[in-house]
């Protein structure tokens, strides 16, 4: 698997890199001898920039990770968030909060159940509207000074943020959804980005794993399986959206592979510094996935594929687009 630099930071990450957070949570039933598994598949494939958040699983996720990475911690370029508030009584009850003490106290939770001395990279999950950034990345900051946090990263910041965040500490990674039905960053975010030095890490770079052809219809997922919430899967979206999907397939069909393997592709062909993280929790779509990164696209195919249609709906019901381009 080829490499590449990881924004302002020394290190390098691989091309592709993997989402964990289904692994524990929102998308149907879990196995955790066969996360675990993937887990080490991929490490020995080369994919070894892994992607967690404290608030995957109540925390569950990044346990997993620390059972997974025993004995290999040093193989792998760690990617863990913090910012979500949830009740444990009542999951679905989130709050933001970026205060400096709470920076300090979740880090510290997340160093323990991820067994580990550091975090190579340390996202704020979502911007607090209640603390200045400054703040925030302040204390950040001094998480690197203190040797626990090697590298900053943000989530779904906006243009705006991100410059004012880079002011207080370099900021190497902003992490946000980018796939070719989620595209709304690029007309301001991905140009700060590149001003900035940031790399663009692109989560759901398959549609929420709509973009696979894998869903046929509503009832394929399980009963609590997230997705159910978002409106791009639910009534007249839903159709429309699979009709895109269609299109996307008899493209890839006529190439040689599938659809997700042409959605991600065409992630890769937005530039080096642009790292899709798939998440995956099986073996077998994660061979998939590292098979992408070979295929080249010509100009003609790429334009073929950003004529399709954008998808139909937002990406999350209203609460949740209000916590995003924060």
């Not at 892994?50 to 608030?55: F, K």
Request: aromatic letters at 8%.
């Amino acid at each position: 698997m080829k490499q590449v630099p990881l924004g302002n930071s020394t290190i390098q990450i691989s091309r592709i890199g993997l989402g964990c957070m289904g692994m524990s949570e929102f998308y149907g039933a879990t196995d955790d001898a066969e996360s675990i598994a993937t887990i080490h598949h991929a490490i020995d494939q080369g994919v070894y920039f892994l992607d967690t958040a404290d608030m995957y699983g109540m925390g569950k996720n990044e346990e997993l990770l620390a059972r997974a990475l025993a004995g290999r911690r040093e193989q792998v370029v760690l990617a863990t968030k913090f910012g979500f508030i949830r009740d444990p009584q009542a999951t679905e009850r989130r709050g933001i909060n970026g205060k400096p003490a709470y920076v300090k106290q979740a880090c510290e939770a997340s160093l323990r159940r991820l067994k580990t001395d550091y975090i190579d990279l340390y996202y704020q999950h979502r911007v607090d509207p209640e603390t200045p950034i400054e703040e925030t990345v302040g204390a950040m900051a001094e998480l690197v000074k203190e040797g626990k946090v090697r590298y900053l990263g943000l989530s779904e910041a906006s243009a705006a943020t991100l410059k004012r965040a880079s002011a207080v500490h370099p900021i190497s990674a902003l992490q946000s959804e980018y796939s070719l039905w989620s595209r709304d960053i690029e007309d301001e975010v991905i140009p700060a980005c590149r001003e900035l030095g940031i790399t663009l890490v692109a989560y759901s770079p398959l549609g929420r794993g709509f973009l696979t052809g894998q869903i046929k219809r509503f009832e394929d997922f399980a009963p609590d399986d997230f997705r159910r919430t978002s409106p791009r899967f639910q009534g007249e979206n839903f159709q429309k959206n699979l009709d895109l999907v269609h299109e996307l397939e008899a493209i890839a069909s006529e190439k040689g592979f599938n659809a997700s393997q042409l959605a991600l592709a065409w992630v890769l062909s937005r530039g080096e510094d642009i790292v899709p993280i798939p998440g995956t929790k099986r073996r077998t779509y994660l061979d998939q996935n590292i098979q992408a990164a070979e295929i080249v696209l010509s100009a003609e195919d790429l334009q073929r594929i950003n004529a399709l249609a954008h998808a139909a709906g937002s990406r999350y019901p209203e609460v949740g687009m209000r916590m995003v381009n924060g």
